[in-house]
């Protein structure tokens, strides 16, 4: 695909309901992350994938949320018992490699609970 | 920790105006920064980094690790610079893995 496409592009859900969203990235990039914006705040880091593992989950706010990139592509974030401040817009980027690749973003999954 | 200061939510200049969006840092290791922008309804996106010195769309941005910040400029604004306007801090947090911390950004009006 031309870009990082994420579906779907919009989730309004209950409290307490799970949800996933999931991401699509460039074809042929390695390196897959996960961010949250807030509403008034910049993304915040959630997750990094490099192949099919997460290299580094240390931005996960709690074990309500999971990620997974089973066969190093699609990605799938994964949110159990919604709460009102998982609502967010959900980033997923892309990049050729880790490190100090250009990261390319998904036009995002916007979440909210209700 | 890490952290990306974004004085301002909002800069309204008129068109043909100079321009500076303010970004401060705290990092204790070697900084390396970016600029991302997001215009009106479209993808967040790269805009510039401070390793390649260059400028994009007539922006530029200088590191000054004495003040710690790296403002963004451009001497005449025009309207398609209006958007929203991230600083970004990338940091490696061990196992190969970098993150960018963000600033809250800065949304930039400019005025026909």
């Known amino acids: 695909g031309a870009g990082v496409s994420q579906t779907p592009s919009n989730k309004v859900t209950e409290k307490g309901k799970y949800v996933e969203l999931r991401c699509d990235p460039i074809?042929?990039?390695?390196?897959l992350y996960w961010y949250r914006q807030s509403l008034g705040q910049g993304p915040e880091f959630l997750i990094y994938f490099q192949g099919t593992g997460a290299a580094d989950d240390s931005g996960l706010p709690n074990d309500r949320f999971f990620a997974v990139r089973p066969e190093g592509s699609v990605s799938t974030l994964k949110i159990q018992r919604t709460e009102r401040g998982d609502s967010a817009v959900y980033l997923c980027?892309?990049?050729?490699?880790?490190?100090?690749?250009?990261?390319?973003f998904g036009e995002g999954s916007r979440l909210t609970v209700l | 920790a890490q952290r990306v200061t974004q004085p301002e939510k909002l800069l309204s200049v008129f068109k043909g105006a100079p321009v500076e969006l303010k970004c401060n840092y705290s990092y204790s290791g070697s900084p390396e920064l970016f600029w991302y922008v997001q215009y009106s309804r479209q993808r967040l996106q790269l805009l510039l980094r401070h390793i390649s010195r260059e400028s994009i769309k007539g922006f530029t941005a200088d590191l000054n690790k004495g003040e710690t910040s790296f403002h963004l400029k451009k001497p005449f604004a025009q309207e398609e610079d209006s958007a929203m306007y991230y600083c970004?801090?990338?940091?490696?947090?061990?196992?190969?893995?970098?993150?960018?911390?963000f600033g809250k950004g800065t949304k930039l009006s400019v005025i026909p």
């Open positions: 074809s042929g990039h390695t390196a």
């Open positions: 970004a801090l990338r940091t490696y947090s061990g196992a190969g893995s970098y993150q960018l911390t």
């Open positions: 980027a892309s990049s050729r490699t880790g490190g100090s690749g250009e990261l390319f």
